[in-house]
């Protein structure tokens, strides 16, 4: 079937809550991906940051149909060998000894992590922050600042309030002994790409420990290696009391995860539950997936990366720019203008990229992409801007 075959059917059945790109993607490998007619785009869209891998890495593959033959369901009230040695392999890669939940996706992460802080804590107020993006469902919903997402679904969950982002003074006054949490991201990605200044997570973490809240570090987009180490909080050194996981934790394959700090548990049997969580299945990909990043050392293959794709960027001359700042190889491009216009653009001349917010360009590149690739977006882009 052609693109607009394809494109007709699925929106002749859907829901209609996506807006479609006029492209229908039926292969990947590597950071390549091909439509129906055989046309190839650099993926700098990542599965919304879920293939830091790429596209069917072979040692994914072979673990995805090994243990496809295998065991594909086993509820979390039986153990399962995958899952005991995921759980002991992310553990000693982690930077502070945690307990785990398994989820099935980056809002359920979120959704886990609020739940036990508020029941930690006794407290019910949770802050994050504005431009701040954690999920669609109603507690990341809440947690969300973006008011087109929030409001056709109001009133949310109640205790909920947003401080700016890189404002310490700003989240002090807002801190309370009524506050069980403060739920931020060491990169805001939907937000337009904005790092955390230099101190803020140490300042945030200074707050919390102040106010015996809890910090919550959400690094669904941030994490294995996408910021150039294989966990963004190592840039700063903070230590949360709950870490949220997901996107490329399996290779594109749904899958969360929530750790709590050792020192906050083993919470009570019944507090959380979930079907599919930590299924053997994802759980087989995640180590592998796992195993991929440090042998092959994606973050430090993102970071130099990462550097000489922001050098490059920052390089353009063109009126239409206003800022390129990122970490790794999560890169924003700040237009003076709208972004859809340049998402078309890309789109026509073979580069998937993303919005993040109207007028930020948003790059999410396989960590595995080549350099001649990364030229290619270079010199892409500069044709659009100009």
Known sequence: MQNAALIALEQQYEVGTYAKRPVALVRGEGARLWDAEGKSYIDCVGGQGSANLGHCHPTIVAALQAQAANLLSCPEIFPNDQRAAYLAEVAQVLPFPARFFFTNSGAEAVEGGLKFARLLTGRKGIIATKRGFHGRTFGALSATWEPKYREPFEPLVPCF????????????????????????????????????????????????????????????????????????????????????????????????????????????????????????????????????????????????????????????????????RGLGLLVGLELKGRVQPFLTSLLERGVLALPAGANVLRFLPPLVISYEDLQTVVTTIEEVVR
């Open 161 to 324: 309030s947003h401080v700016a982002y890189n404002n310490l003074s700003a989240l002090a006054e807002a801190v309370t002994e009524e506050t069980a949490a403060v739920l931020v991201e060491p990169v805001q990605g939907e937000g337009g790409v904005r790092p955390a200044d230099l101190g803020y997570l140490e300042g945030v973490r200074r707050i919390c420990d102040e106010r015996g809240a809890l910090l919550l570090l959400d690094e669904i987009q941030t994490g294995f290696g996408r910021t150039g180490k294989l966990f963004a909080l190592e840039h700063s050194g903070v230590v949360p009391d709950i870490l949220l996981l997901a996107k490329s934790i399996a290779a594109g394959l749904p899958m969360g995860l929530i750790a709590l700090h050792a020192k906050h548990g083993p919470l009570q049997p019944g507090t959380h539950g979930t079907t599919f969580g930590g299924n053997p299945l994802v759980c087989a990909v995640a180590r592998a997936a796992l195993k991929v990043q440090i042998e092959e050392d994606l973050p430090r293959q993102a970071s130099e990366k990462g550097e000489w794709f922001l050098a490059k960027l920052r390089a353009i001359t063109s009126p239409q720019i206003r800022e390129v």
